[in-house]
């Protein structure tokens, strides 16, 4: 390929990207394309920090940042059994190995 210096931190670019919630990965896709083919060369982690830091200040947007969640106001909520208020939360942990195989 000619840049084996850019092999490497793709790989690791590539493993944080498929983190993302499938809309932000094609937004990141989108934007890796269009610099490939304005500048001839894949984004640079500098890019992607910096494209991480704008997407989660548009998530944490005090206004528009959860418009996809509409909440009851507090005077029409009820506690649930745990003493939540609405619908009881869960959470879940996942954890990612890569193992290789020989």
Known sequence: MGKPTEVNPQVRMVKIVS???????????KKAYEARESRDSYMRF??????????????????FGKIDAPRKPDAQRK????????????????????KKTA
């Open 19 to 29: 983190r993302l919630p499938v809309y932000l990965q094609s937004r990141w896709r």
């Open 79 to 98: 506690p649930d059994k745990g003493g939540l208020w609405g619908k009881s939360a869960s959470r879940f942990n996942v954890q990612v190995e890569d």
């Open 46 to 63: 500098t890019e992607m920090v910096e494209f991480m830091e704008r997407v989660s200040d548009e998530a944490c947007d005090p206004v």
